[in-house]
């Protein structure tokens, strides 16, 4: 919440500042708009350097010189910097070799084939200088300059060099370590920083309604020019080629700086590569680039030039519903184009809206779709647009169990025991999950009297017997206590496949009840003041559960790793995943993540069906821990959940004299640095927890945004003292009734 907050006021600070150490040499007009996009199609092929990395810190291009840097860590041990032609053809050297404690932050390329890099030790930073030929030169102390050990950059100017820490300060170092000035940011959204195509430092920043780009010289910006409106952080910036000033990768697409417009290069959808993983990248030539890239090996090099379009043509194309923006919506398509350049069929995504445009006007313009007959041939579902609120007694979805038991790779059996049935329709298969998160209540065991879950009454009592002072959860206001009543399983009040519900039901009457009358949440003035006390950031080891100052948890967690973590961090003693309040067992249930359906007017049914196989079904996607995909999310497919759990099981870590000990790394805090602790995953509590996530996995729920917002909607005056109970209950079930007669009548 701290955080939410923080970037709130953040944003509100970006958009009123318009303060900044400039010149007065401002080229003032209207933004440019967005030139036309040139689409690019890119291939890729491995650039072989004389030693493997580990990972690459950086790629450093000299616009001028026409030199490239590559420098990193190696897989062999040590640091070291190739620097070589755009070609990437013969290259020279260097070594580097930390002291004991020094940071390495990055390193750059100067003018005259001579290199930089940037360090930090017991709180100085320190810039080591090497010649053309890889002889250190200078070593430089510039003082405290960098307050972390953590990603920085360097840049080459005329009067020496330019050190930009976090994107916001950035400070001017002579030739001889001394700081010349600094130049602060902070006010500004910062997109970017990076030599331009004629060497000069240029930064690219947005301040109110408008973005602009400007030269640094001295410890000043100059030259300060309108260009095309930007939102986004660059991944990384690089100097331009020929017409274009700068690159860039925005939102997981390449730009090109033209004319104060940025022009869209490449979105990367029809490579054969998977660019989700570059994280630094520079122009070489007309329509070339070099990538640094990670994959399982660690940190490899790719040359990116210009493929012929024309290959694509002769591809059955798939097209995958897109209604929300970002570089996420673009997954499906970069990770089958990439995965298998020689399928017969190419993914597109199919946009609906613009991200300017309200989520529901997107559901309309694709239900407008369907209707017409050009509906795209593959649909990804979530809490807002289930294959009921389509109509799921229509069949317009393919029922994915004909595909299943035809398919020679994936199969019913493949999937946790209940899992598909806890996802189908009237025995339908009309979407398909490869993962889900799981959802319970953790209280520890001294308050729950030997509880392993509990029916509304227990719950009750429980709440009525807190201790003095002892809140029952640390976050929820209330005019938020709803979330918990709808969390305390109102799936037991609604039956999809008959289109009925009951929440007139004496349980949910009891259990508004027992929200209500037991405090369940703190008053307005009460969160505010644990806000300003606690800045609303649960630190695990300094939270509210280790000191018994809340009792309830509710989790919410992707994986063996959150679960381990979390029982050990928050709670450091016995606790019990007791599940959510209901009438009939426990109460933990899984959220199914990436649904996928299929159009059944489809003309290509079978190349949905393969490309929903090869993007979630794969040991990529299992694997992958960047919240890309789902590396953090529990498999529904049996192989690579108990895959995914034996590592949390066998997971060990080095310490400080070298010996392995069993056990894992915790970071925690606001910048996920501050608390590094290890914790093991017994044999015992690998098996305890694994039947408990496999029971819940047979409760399979996706969420209901439509029931969700009537419940919030006719529960918020009750909690006021407004109605009884009962007839919030007889509204609710009007209005509910409606709805389910609709969709799914």
């Not at 020094?102 to 390329?109: D, K, S």
């Amino acid at each position: 919440m701290k955080r939410l907050i923080a970037l709130t006021m953040a944003l509100g600070m970006i958009l009123s500042c318009t303060a900044c150490a400039e010149k007065n040499t401002e080229n003032s007009g209207n933004s440019a708009p967005l030139a036309e996009t040139q689409k690019l199609i890119l291939n890729a092929a491995d650039i072989r350097l004389a030693d493997n990395f580990k990972s690459i810190k950086c790629l450093s291009r000299d616009p001028l010189g026409g030199n490239i840097l590559t420098f990193g860590e190696l897989k062999s041990g040590g640091y070291a910097g190739f620097s070589s032609k755009n070609d990437f053809g013969d290259y020279t050297q260097f070594r580097f070799t930390p002291q004991e404690g020094e940071f390495i932050c990055n390193a750059a390329l100067l003018t005259g084939g001579r290199k930089a890099v940037l360090t930090t030790l017991d709180g100085e930073t320190l810039i080591y200088v090497f010649d053309r030929d890889g002889n250190i030169q200078k070593n430089l102390n510039c003082g405290e300059i960098l307050t972390k050990d953590r990603f920085s950059n360097i840049y080459n100017c005329k009067d020496g060099f330019i050190i930009n820490d976090d994107n916001s300060i950035l400070t001017i170092v002579s030739l001889d370590g001394e700081i010349l000035g600094t130049i602060d940011l902070t006010p500004y959204h910062v997109h970017g920083i990076s030599l331009d195509s004629e060497g000069i430092p240029t930064v690219v920043y947005s301040g109110e309604d408008t973005t602009y780009t400007a030269q640094i010289e001295a410890a000043e910006l100059v030259n300060k020019q309108e260009c095309s409106p930007l939102t986004d952080t660059a991944y990384t910036m690089t100097a331009g080629f020929g017409e274009y000033r700068l690159a860039a990768m925005f939102n997981g697409m390449l730009y090109g700086l033209k004319d104060n417009s940025w022009v869209k290069l490449c979105d990367f959808i029809d490579n054969d590569f998977n660019s989700i993983s570059i994280y630094s990248l520079t122009m070489t030539g007309e329509n070339e680039f070099a990538a640094a890239m990670t994959d399982a090996s660690g940190s490899t090099m790719k040359l990116l030039t210009e493929a012929d379009i024309s290959v694509l043509e002769s591809k059955t194309v798939i097209r995958v519903a897109n209604l929300v923006s970002g570089d996420l919506v673009n997954t499906p398509a970069k990770a089958y184009n990439s995965a298998k350049p020689d399928s017969p069929y190419r993914v597109e995504i199919k946009d609906y809206g613009n991200a300017n445009s309200l989520y529901d006007d997107r559901i309309t313009e694709l239900h407008q779709d369907i209707l017409s007959g050009n509906a795209p041939d593959v649909i990804r579902f979530n809490s807002e647009m289930t294959p009921g609120s389509f109509g799921a007694r229509e069949s317009i979805f393919v029922d994915l169990y004909t595909l299943l038991d035809k398919d020679t790779e994936l199969k019913r059996e493949d999937f946790l025991d209940g899992y598909l049935e806890g996802l189908d329709f009237n025995g339908k298969l009309l979407q398909i999950s490869p993962s889900f998160s799981f959802k319970t209540m953790v209280v520890k065991d001294k308050f729950l009297d030997g509880l392993t879950s509990w029916n509304y009454d227990q719950f009750a009592e429980k709440i009525k017997a807190l201790p003095e002072g002892m809140k029952i959860n640390t976050w929820a206001n209330q005019e938020m206590n709803y979330n918990l009543l709808l969390l305390m399983d109102y799936s037991e009040f609604v039956d999809y496949e008959n289109a009925v519900c009951n929440f007139e039901d004496a349980g949910f009457i009891k259990a508004m009840n027992i929200v209500r009358d037991n405090h369940i949440g703190l008053t307005l003035e009460e969160y505010d003041s644990w806000l300003n006390e606690s800045g609303g950031f649960d630190v695990y080891n300094e939270g509210q559960y280790i000191n018994d100052e809340s009792m309830i948890y509710d989790m919410d967690l992707g994986g063996w790793f959150g679960l381990r973590q979390t029982l050990h961090a928050r709670f450091n003693e016995p606790a019990t995943l007791v599940g959510y309040p209901n009438e009939n067992g426990n109460g933990s249930f899984v959220q199914p993540s990436n649904c996928m359906g299929i159009m059944a007017n489809s003309p290509c049914i079978e190349g949905a069906w393969d490309v929903i196989k090869t993007v979630y079904f794969s040991e990529g996607y299992y694997t992958d821990t960047n919240g890309v995909f789902g590396g953090w999310q529990y498999p529904a497919v049996e192989e690579y959940y108990v895959k995914q759990l034996e590592k949390q099981k066998n997971a060990t870590y080095v310490d400080e004299n070298g010996e392995t000990f069993r056990g894992d790394k915790l970071w925690i805090g606001p910048d996920m640095d501050d608390i590094v602790t290890y914790y093991e995953f017994t044999d015992e509590e690998c098996e305890k927890y694994d039947k408990i996530v496999r029971e819940a996995a047979k409760d399979v729920r996706q969420g209901d945004n439509v029931i969700y917002n009537i419940i919030r909607e006719e529960t918020m005056p009750f909690f006021e003292g407004e109605y009884t109970a009962e007839k919030t209950a007889e509204i609710i079930q009007n209005r509910v009734s409606i709805y389910l007669s609709e969709k799914y009548g």
